[in-house]
């Protein structure tokens, strides 16, 4: 086993064993419960952790917390060619008939 990430973001913890799941990495969160005694004992030590399973995906995991870390990508507004509709910057499709949002 390989600690990965730690975090006192209990939710980022989460969203990130998801992430590596979602590619077939096997994980487990550790002190998950712990993050409430904060105060109490010092917060290094009950912050929440990402542990691998198995040390073999430690690069692709390293390659998927990185891209976690990078700001996403904002896309301006824009008009579907095809029906016309005004669209917000995070749709890649418009969601009244469909047509991808062209490429720039």
């Avoid at 990078?70 to 749709?91: D, K, N, T, Y």
Wanted: glycine share 6%.
């Amino acid at each position: 086993m390989h600690l990965l990430y730690s975090s006192l973001k209990l939710l980022e913890i989460h969203h990130l064993k998801n992430l590596l799941e979602a590619e077939g990495i096997r994980c487990q969160i550790r002190n998950e419960l712990l993050s409430r005694l904060a105060g109490e004992i010092p917060f290094t030590e009950c912050a929440p952790e990402l542990w691998l399973l198995d040390e073999r995906d430690l690069e692709q995991a390293r390659r998927i917390v990185a891209d976690f870390g990078r700001a996403a990508v904002v896309h301006p507004p824009w008009q579907c060619p095809h029906c016309g509709e005004a669209l917000e910057g995070q749709f890649s499709a418009c969601w009244h008939c469909g047509t991808a949002r062209a490429q720039a």
